[in-house]
């Protein structure tokens, strides 16, 4: 069982920055493939980033590319999402997630799941 807790979110204006962190339970993080999702008011859950556990490859929305950044220390069972250049079409609640094998672009493959945090854009 693994459990995760999101914080980070919060207000910013267009052209800002944020990072969010999702720290994990239990002592197989390493083995993890983590991904960020985001979902907005009325729209499906999407998927934003995603890191492997064990090949430092990196994966993005194509509406994500270049401005966030994904990255994991797990030592700290922390996965981290950087958020730059933000827009008010980034306005969301930011989910991070984790499966036990490979990574994937798809919220039906992940099992665990955080609450979420909200991540605000003011234009």
């Known amino acids: 069982q693994v459990q995760l807790v999101e914080s980070g979110g919060g207000l910013v204006q267009a052209g800002g920055s944020l990072r969010l962190s999702c720290v994990a339970s239990g002592r197989t993080f390493s083995t993890y493939a983590m991904g960020w999702f985001r979902q907005a008011p009325g729209k499906e859950r999407e998927f934003v980033a995603a890191i492997p556990w064990n090949d430092g490859n990196t994966y993005y929305a194509d509406s994500v590319k270049g401005r966030f950044t994904i990255s994991r220390d797990n030592a700290k069972n922390t996965v981290y999402l950087q958020m730059n250049s933000l827009k008010p079409e980034d306005t969301a609640v930011y989910y991070c997630?984790?499966?036990?094998?490979?990574?994937?672009?798809?919220?039906?493959?992940?099992?665990?799941w955080g609450q979420g945090t909200q991540v605000t854009v003011s234009s």
């Open positions: 997630a984790a499966r036990p094998a490979s990574y994937s672009r798809s919220l039906y493959e992940y099992d665990y």
